[in-house]
């Protein structure tokens, strides 16, 4: 889901239902299938998440959003429910930004709705975390919902894990982006959010090379300790073994995810992998992975506390955290901080660069925004989603 557009996941196919993964590729630089565009219609609802500032920063447009002041400028992905994300430039501040756009149909279609507002509310309420990508509006027409979200130049990490020569990263460069994603599982875990999709796709880095956690199209919120819930969602390669058995997940899911996510950064590839959907499920289910004899001793101790079939037996954040991989080799609070030097910084050639970004969506055409109505709260009254007005009210 994308690179620098938070939401948009764009590598390993995701998993929701109904199953759509069995035709997608194998390959490691696997892409989604490109959606079709539709055309913007009249604006109906603005909101602006945040906090008021005095004067906008280089990167976050002022509180007082007006979506007519929105020049996007390129493509930088599409995702599985997000049709387009497009770079922009808010004319007023100058300042760069990402809007993602998504069909209302569709969402209606793929009974997504729901899973969409409460990306909507995770994002306003996980606002400032210095890991977690931040949501700077939202507004809706006719036809589309649009998310403005903040700018991460240096694109997905999946990008820059496919640009090294080995495809993979040392433990030192693993454990800063590890540390980093599991500052943020720890936040979301403290205010009872599951996050459920897990990957490299989805973590993205900012200009200066730090992690930001992005497309919380599945979270859960109001996920208590030991509390189950039973939707089947995120990515094949990553799921857990609870969730594949379909007896009920809570937040240990996202701690297999982790597990999955370091094993994969250290090894090129997710530690379970067929193309068989129904015999990937009975891998992950039995859960034997193979160590690379270069692995040290730290980090298989971590990765088999993590990739444990029981999730009553899985490390929880606050062990994780705990662990001698992390504890002999960095201090959390110079984590949050931001003070630990990243292993590498994103080559960025100005605000407005596009490079970390994968050219079949650079070089497509952009889907203008067309806001005729100067009536921002306008009620649904045409079109395919005539009639379900209601649904999009808390948007």
Known sequence: MAAVLPFASLSHSDLTMPLTTNALPSSAMKKRPLSPLRSHDDVRNVVVAGRTTSEPSMTEPAVAFDPRQIKLLKV????????????????????????????????????????????????????????????????????????????????????HLQQQRSQKFDEPTTR??????????????????????????????????????????????????????????????????????????????????????????????????????????????????????????????LLKGLLCVNPASRLTVAQAMNHPFFTLALNWDEVLQRKILPPMVPMCHGRDCTDNFDDDYTNAPVSLLKLRSLDLHKRLSRGDCAGYGDLFDDF
């Not at 770079?87 to 209606?108: G, N």
């Not at 507002?117 to 027409?141: D, M, N, W």
């Not at 990515?235 to 982790?258: A, I, N, Q, R």
């Open 76 to 159: 930088i992905g599409r995702g599985t429910f997000a049709h387009q994300v497009a770079l922009a430039r808010h004319d007023k501040t100058q300042c760069m930004c990402v809007v993602k756009t998504m069909d209302k149909r569709k969402l209606l279609q793929r009974k997504q709705v729901v899973h969409t507002l409460t990306e909507k509310r995770v994002l306003e309420k996980l606002h400032g975390h210095p890991f977690i990508v931040k949501l700077y509006a939202s507004f809706q027409t006719d036809y589309e919902l649009h998310f403005v979200l903040e700018y991460c130049q240096g694109g997905e990490l999946f990008f």
């Open 176 to 301: 800063f982006y590890a540390a980093e994603v599991l500052a943020a599982l720890k936040e979301l875990h403290t205010r009872e959010i599951v996050y459920r999709d897990l990957k490299p796709e989805n973590i993205l880095l900012d200009a200066h090379g730090h992690v930001k956690l992005a497309d919380f199209g599945f979270a859960k919120q109001n996920m208590n300790t030991g509390q189950r819930t039973f939707s089947f969602c995120g990515s094949p390669e990553y799921l857990s073994p609870e969730m594949v058995s379909k007896t009920g997940h809570g937040l240990e899911t996202d701690m297999w995810s982790f597990g999955c996510f370091i094993y994969e950064l250290l090894t090129g590839s997710p530690p379970f992998q067929c193309e068989d959907m129904h015999r990937l499920f009975r891998l992950i289910q039995q859960g034997r992975v193979w160590y690379p004899p270069y692995l040290s001793g730290y980090v298989i101790s």
